[in-house]
């Protein structure tokens, strides 16, 4: 148990549809990351939240993916319009004081 | 920007010893972090190096020179379910949100 769970576990979806992940801290964190990992490489850095701030983003959240963490508990990361190239597992960190991120389980998104 | 080299893949006999490199070249260094995956799992963190020299942590050890740009992990006793994915990830600058960069994995199996 990592602390973090993630919703869904997996997702179909049609290119051009929208689709929402949702990363659920079990205990209050204030740091959580979002990261993307495709096949054979190591997770991407997308997003980074402190409470409900949005701190940092990467260049690879393009205009179509947006991320949120409304109360500073769960947060949500929306893909608008998928592309094929957008199949994915998407993951949810949190992150102590010292840097150490813990993964949740995951999101695999496959875009047909 | 960041650029984080490990070896793709390694093959070691159960029981033995094995060494994990990794090597970077950062703009900005603070620290140095192992992590474990399974196929189809989200990675699991191992260790965290910020200082030069060997961190145990029972069959896992890490050491990091940053003079040298250089890490590696060393496991022990290896074990059947040893057999995974190791990532070799970097820690930005502070202030840079902690994100972590990662290598794109060594894919360690381990045999009979």
């Known amino acids: 148990d990592t602390g973090v769970s993630q919703d869904p576990r997996h997702k179909i979806t049609k290119r051009g549809q929208n689709v929402t992940f949702r990363c659920d801290p079990i205990s209050e964190h204030n740091r959580l990351y979002w990261y993307r990992q495709t096949l054979g490489q190591g997770p991407e850095f997308l997003t980074y939240f402190q409470n409900e701030a949005q701190l940092e983003k990467s260049r690879l959240l393009s205009d179509r993916f947006s991320a949120e963490r409304p109360k500073g508990s769960f947060s949500t990361l929306e893909i608008q319009r998928t592309e094929q190239g957008d199949s994915a597992m998407y993951l949810c960190?949190?992150?102590?004081?010292?840097?150490?991120?813990?993964f949740g389980p995951g999101t695999r998104l496959t875009v047909t | 920007g960041q650029n984080i080299d490990q070896p793709t893949e390694m093959t070691a006999t159960e029981g033995a010893i094995v060494q994990i490199n990794c090597t970077y070249q950062?703009?900005?260094?603070?620290?140095l972090f192992w992590y474990q995956q399974h196929a189809g799992e989200a990675p699991t963190f191992l260790s965290y190096?910020?200082?030069?020299g060997l961190e145990e942590k029972g069959r896992f050890s890490s050491f990091l020179s940053r003079s040298k740009g250089y890490s590696y992990l060393l496991l022990k006793e290896l074990q059947m379910k040893d057999s995974a994915s190791y990532l070799c990830?970097?820690?930005?600058?502070?202030?840079?949100?902690?994100?972590?960069?990662f290598g794109t994995g060594t894919q360690l199996k381990v045999e009979l």
């Open positions: 190096n910020v200082l030069d």
């Open positions: 990830a970097v820690r930005d600058i502070p202030g840079g949100g902690n994100k972590l960069t």
């Open positions: 960190a949190w992150g102590n004081p010292d840097g150490e991120q813990y």
């Open positions: 950062t703009s900005g260094f603070n620290g």
